[in-house]
């Protein structure tokens, strides 16, 4: 009997063990931390120009990964107020309880720390303040702005542009026309992908009580932004190719891309249902974003 039980609560201790395991993963937002890699490794090979060295790549993925994630946990640690109150983000763990506050904060600050260790011993200074910028802006700027401003989510796309330039001027060393082009053209596509979410979650955000475009403004309003931007977004992303940065092959593909995507952009003001015209939005956004990074990835060898 006594065996009995000692096996019932050894297997009781092992589920929970994976289901802690599973909750600290949840905590660093593992489709964020996938997403800036995509486009860390795409601006570190546009900058290599087919000149890759391997162990630097590996060492600004792994060691970018590590700094996301730690800003997504401290991120998590921040709003764990605000996700209660969310239908998307109430089953957080740091809002159900699988996981201590201070853990948390132990987590977030190893993932930090072992992220920036690697970071300044096998890359370059200027990959490194890219690295503290994304996330100063992230939780400081961002996090105060978000509850206060309808200009947060402008805020928010600063930072998700560190990755791409991370890794270029990885490669690079410098800060060049090239560097500033991709923070720009990330900053463009971001606004029409996170002004989506905004129209279709917009009750999650009334809930929470955040002042975020949509729920100040207006769905109307955020279309315009949307087609604004994904404009900005074609300008911008042909300049490399207006300032040799990328070639012609990038820039036809590009062109159709955006096209497309702004035609879907009009679309949205004869939308008869915002959410499901707004969801398939933000699904092209990320389709536009996979384009993007693989034809800049490849551009050495595209004709």
Not at 44 to 73: D, E, H, P, Q
Request: charged share 15%; hydrophobic share 50%.
């Amino acid at each position: 009997m006594k065996l009995k039980n000692l096996y019932k609560k050894r297997k009781e201790y092992t589920v929970i063990k994976k289901m802690d395991f599973k909750s600290y993963y949840e905590l660093t937002k593992p489709g964020i931390v996938r997403g800036n890699l995509i486009t860390a490794t795409a601006g570190f090979l546009l900058a290599a120009r087919g000149n890759v060295n391997w162990g630097l790549l590996a060492a600004v993925l792994s060691g970018t990964a590590l700094v996301i994630a730690s800003s997504c946990v401290f991120n998590n640690y921040i709003d764990r107020d605000v996700d209660k109150k969310m239908s998307r983000t109430k089953k957080r763990p740091l809002v159900t309880g699988a996981i201590p506050a201070v853990n948390a904060l132990i987590f977030a600050t190893f993932l930090g720390l072992s992220g920036f260790i690697i970071l300044a011993s096998f890359t370059n200074w200027r990959t490194v303040v890219m690295g503290i910028f994304g996330v100063v802006v992230y939780l400081i700027a961002y996090g105060i702005s978000k509850r206060r401003s309808i200009h947060s989510t402008v805020i928010g796309s600063l930072a998700g542009a560190a990755p791409l330039v991370a890794g270029y001027v990885a490669v690079t060393n410098r800060f060049d026309g090239g560097a500033f082009l991709l923070f720009v053209i990330l900053v463009c596509w971001q606004m029409p992908h996170f002004y989506s979410i905004g129209i279709y979650r917009r009750e999650d955000y009334v809930a929470a009580k955040l002042p975020i475009l949509t729920v100040k403004n207006g769905i109307l309003e955020a279309k315009k932004q949307i087609f604004y931007y994904i404009l900005a977004f074609f300008v911008a992303s042909s300049g490399l190719t207006i300032f040799g940065y990328a070639g012609y092959t990038y820039l036809i593909i590009m062109t159709l891309v955006s096209t497309f995507w702004l035609r879907f952009a009009l679309a949205g003001f004869k939308a008869t249902d915002n959410i499901a015209w707004a969801r398939r939005m933000f699904n092209l956004s990320l389709i536009v974003n996979v384009l993007f990074s693989i034809l800049i990835s490849l551009d050495k060898w595209l004709p």
